[in-house]
């Protein structure tokens, strides 16, 4: 899986809205459950359209639910991954399970337990929150310059036919994750796997996702127990307009998977922005609805 390096998170003041990075318990009372939501795009054959999708991922004490609601056409759930995954870390084997979740208003921890072991790593997203109240498509400035664009994209960004004059209505408000885990780890599934015979075949591909011109770097190492499992990372640099970027993938079983990679510690996300972007498209549920109805009223 690729990751985009150059995005963190905001608070920021405009004189359109007061939007503040909220601490727990800012928009209610303690809870054993949160709702994310967003929207994605898919291709629905039957109409030989585009499909978009509502997806609420909750996360509740106990357990982890994914819905999707077709917004236009029908959108395909093939890449919604919703299934367990094993991680590999430096000597280490576990899996992260939709099980023993716990929940603590917006902090949700999921433990990966080792294999044939009751021992467990830490890991857990707490959701900072960002009032989206009175925001239009103008909160973000884009540039071909990736060092001049800033301030917060949301789903009125991606969802361009909406009207720049629409605006979040009162009580809208998206969630910025940061990640905390006790060691740095690679996770896959099923969904993950890929063709290739080899990490090495792999790295080979992975390093012809962008132009010959863009610079990159690429690492090998071993992880899981006693270290014999393969993997490897594909860095791609800035370059002109676009950001860094981090492929990951493992081969684990005599199959290749394209991996997630979680560092060891916690994220640094934004601090403000208006020298830099925060990704707003994780949002509750008011401003769900209303992404909603903008999106099936203007697509």
């Avoid at 789903?155 to 004059?165: A, F, G, R, W």
């Avoid at 994750?177 to 006790?182: F, G, K, L």
């Avoid at 993938?249 to 997630?260: F, I, L, Q, R, T």
Wanted: charged share 25%; aromatic share 12%; proline share 2%.
């Amino acid at each position: 899986m690729n990751r985009w390096i150059a995005i963190p998170s905001v608070c920021f003041l405009t004189t359109l809205a007061l939007i503040g990075c909220e601490e727990d318990g800012a928009y209610g009372t303690a809870s054993s459950e949160i709702t994310l939501t967003s929207f994605a795009n898919s291709y629905d054959s039957k109409a030989n359209a585009t499909a978009i999708a509502r997806i609420d991922e909750t996360y509740r004490t106990g357990a982890r639910e994914i819905k999707t609601t077709n917004i236009i056409n029908s959108y395909s759930n093939q890449s919604l991954n919703d299934l367990d995954r094993t991680v590999l870390a430096d000597d280490f084997e576990g899996r992260l399970e939709n099980k023993n979740i716990e929940v603590n208003n917006r902090m949700v921890k999921r433990p990966i337990y080792e294999k044939n072991t009751n021992n467990q790593l830490d890991y857990e997203t707490t959701y900072k929150t960002l009032n989206l109240s009175g925001l239009r498509a103008n909160s973000y400035v884009a540039s071909a310059n990736i060092n001049n664009r800033y301030g917060i994209i949301t789903d009125l960004n991606n969802y361009s036919e909406i009207p720049t004059n629409v605006a979040f209505p009162e009580g809208s408000v998206c969630y910025i994750p940061v990640v905390t885990s006790e060691r740095s780890f690679l996770a896959f599934n099923d969904k993950n796997k890929t063709g290739y015979a080899s990490i090495e075949r792999w790295i080979d591909v992975a390093k012809t996702r962008f132009s010959a011109d863009r610079d990159h770097r690429t690492s090998q190492f071993g992880v899981g127990e006693g270290n014999q499992q393969q993997a490897a990372q594909v860095m791609f640099f800035e370059y002109d307009d676009q950001p860094a970027y981090e492929y990951s993938g493992v081969e684990y079983e005599k199959d290749v998977y394209e991996a997630n990679y979680v560092a060891k510690g916690s994220t640094d996300p934004n601090t403000d922005s208006r020298f830099d972007v925060v990704d707003c498209t994780i949002v509750n549920e008011v401003a769900g609805d209303f992404l909603a109805e903008q999106i099936k009223r203007y697509y």
